[in-house]
């Protein structure tokens, strides 16, 4: 090797981590993150700076300026939709809500951008097996059109069954489509697209991944909802994917445990208007003005619902203040449910504070999960939320997937979105609120459920940890921002 070869690349990588660091300054991004990325740059030559490079938030701020444009396209059509929509006329007033969270109900208005819908019905599924029962036979009995959405969507048994039910409604004349996440659909053989289209299926995914300079920095915002809409009239949504792994089928982590909605009712059409939003902006083709898609919803039950679609795009951060504000307007309980436990600081104090002031915290995640790096993320905030008062259980009976809070067993929210910075500020996710003191009673069994399989832990487990499991939690929880 020739004597000015290495001394050649180390000065290459300091011009670039230089650069690197500049524009992470100009970011203005959260201290803690910031350093993280500089720590990374630091310590990763090369791969530091090119990684920020790949997903950094040059290139969120570049897709989320090209979202925003193609929703201003589309934002007449839907305005219109709305306007003419049973759903227009089913918003509840301020009396229909309980006077302690009518602020928050007016936040989750003003950064979802979407008002709560009365008289829906809501069934609430913890199997998968009957998940995947409910919306098999929701597609079956299509009449006018099927619409899914999904961050992962397997080409296995499961996957198959899915696109065949789909592939013989298109051939019915039933409009299907189909958005997958281009990243979380990765490797999606090629020959089940072929047949789907073939049979009539349209099939698009989000922000694909590619060699070309456009694809190539795609990688970070991802789709990372799980919607059905059906006939404009049946909405799917919640945690559970497309997969046999979903179903219990595949033992690494156990049987996965999700939590999903069959909603029927007005609210249907704002989940149909995030599938119109988001075609459009993977496709470019406007569906706004098929009137077929936004039909009279009438009453179908008792429940209120607020759909709330989070993202980049949208108001920067308004999932993360939805579940700060839900926590700082608990009088009693709240239970919270998650897969992926990586806190900001913001959220560990609310966690804490909430407690301290005698509310029961609980908080439940899988002791086993398909990230181990997010687990000991997780488990080195523990710590300072049991000094608190916090309890903090580990499901251990296979991986929980659920997504779910529950303030005072009087509302609740059930959605896609992780207690992580990447739900918070990255993905895009879709959260349902109910405003229904029946359904959080029963989201609230489900979790005493759970506590029969999990694991409390305490002081003591924590005074238990040796020596190079505290460094690895230790090192977890700095490269937190960055999960």
């Not at 072929?194 to 995914?205: I, N, Q, S, W």
């Not at 997969?243 to 909603?263: A, F, V």
């Not at 470019?284 to 009453?299: C, M, W």
Request: with cysteine; charged share 25%.
């Amino acid at each position: 090797m020739p004597e000015w070869f290495w001394p050649t690349i180390t000065g290459l990588n300091y011009l670039l981590a230089t650069g690197v660091i500049l524009a992470l300054l100009r970011r203005r991004k959260q201290p803690a993150a910031t350093l993280a990325w500089i720590l990374a740059i630091y310590l990763m030559p090369f791969i530091g700076s090119i990684t920020y490079v790949l997903i950094g938030d040059t290139r969120i701020e570049r897709q989320v300026r090209r979202r925003r444009q193609r929703r201003g396209v589309i934002a007449p059509g839907l305005a219109r939709q709305s306007e003419t929509g049973e759903s227009a006329l089913a918003t509840p007033g301020a009396d229909a809500f309980d006077p302690r969270i009518r602020d928050l109900v007016t936040l989750a208005t003003r950064v979802g951008e979407q008002p709560p819908a009365d008289g829906n019905d809501v069934t609430l599924f913890r199997d998968a097996e009957r998940t995947f029962l409910a919306l098999s036979l929701a597609i079956e009995a299509a009449e006018s059109h099927v619409h899914l959405e999904y961050y992962i969507f397997k080409a296995d048994d499961t996957g198959r069954a899915v696109a065949q039910l789909l592939e013989a409604k298109a051939r019915q004349g039933v409009a299907c489509r189909m958005l997958l996440d281009a990243v979380g659909c990765w490797g999606m053989p090629g020959d089940m697209i072929r047949r789907l289209r073939h049979a009539g299926v349209e099939v698009a995914f989000f922000l694909p991944i590619g060699l070309s300079a456009k694809k190539l920095f795609r990688i970070n915002c991802r789709n990372h909802r799980k919607l059905v809409v059906i006939d404009g009239r049946v909405v799917f949504t919640g945690s559970q994917n497309i997969g046999d792994e979903y179903l219990g089928r595949k033992r690494r982590l156990g049987p996965w445990r999700d939590t999903h909605m069959r909603i029927v009712g007005p609210v249907a059409s704002q989940a149909q208007e995030v599938f119109v939003e988001d075609w459009h902006f993977a496709t470019g083709r406007d569906l706004s003005d098929d009137e077929t898609l936004f039909p009279n919803n009438a009453r179908a039950g008792d429940s209120i619902v607020q759909l709330v679609a989070s993202g980049p795009d949208r108001f920067r951060g308004a999932l993360h203040m939805l579940l700060l504000a839900a926590v700082s307007a608990a009088r009693r309980t709240v239970l919270i449910i998650t897969p992926y436990f990586v806190p900001d600081m913001a959220m560990i104090l609310a966690l804490a504070t909430a407690a301290m002031r005698g509310v029961r915290v609980r908080l439940m995640v899988p002791a086993r999960s398909d990230s181990r790096v997010v687990v000991w993320a997780g488990r080195s905030y523990y710590a300072d939320l049991i000094q608190s008062g916090v309890e903090i259980y580990e499901y251990e009976d296979g991986m929980l997937h659920s997504k779910v809070v529950v303030i005072d067993e009087q509302w609740s929210l059930v959605g896609s979105a992780n207690m992580d910075i990447r739900s918070f500020n990255i993905n895009f996710e879709l959260t349902g609120l109910l405003y229904d003191e029946g359904l959080s009673r029963k989201l609230a069994a489900d979790f005493a459920n759970l506590l029969t399989r999990a694991r409390r832990i305490t002081s003591d487990n924590i005074a238990d940890r040796g020596f190079g499991e505290s460094i690895v939690l230790g090192m977890a929880r700095l490269a937190s921002p960055l999960l």
